[in-house]
């Protein structure tokens, strides 16, 4: 398995957790990186950060169009709050699916075992949209406390987005 991921610790639980299955990684930090080692070596999947220095992992994949057989067992791995531009990314890609970092070992064995089955990946990560028997939700009544003022006014934010009311102490 290539295994792209620019955070250190990110790259060392997942490599971890790969070797664990007894699978053999190579791991690198870059776009540029994992491009060398694609041209170095076979690999049986691919796990693209979508935010490696250097050559994104979309851009990476871009490259590799010519190597339809290695997208089919390859995975871009992006950023909470990304679903919908992965989703489209993947299917222009020809990438079998994504995964939401951060990625847990339980969710990259099963994504991993779909691709070994030659399945789309189907995140469970992915945003869940409620159906129209969704129960709608009032807002809460939230004591905050928190010191820093730059977390403070996030918080306010967010929380009076999600329609709750919210009383800093």
Known sequence: ILLSEAHPLAQARLRSALEHWGLTVSAVADGVQAELALAQADFAFLLLDAELPLQSGRQ?????????????R????????????????????????FLAKPVGPAELREALLQLLQGED???????STPGPTAPKRRGLRILLAEDNAVNQTLALKLLAKLGHQVTLV
């Open 121 to 127: 990946l189907k995140p469970r990560s992915a945003p």
């Open 60 to 72: 990476l994949a871009q490259r590799l169009a010519s190597r339809p057989d290695l997208l089919r």
């Open 74 to 97: 390859s995975l871009l791995m992006v950023p909470p709050g990304d679903f919908a531009g992965a989703a489209q990314d993947c299917a222009a890609l020809g990438l079998p699916g």
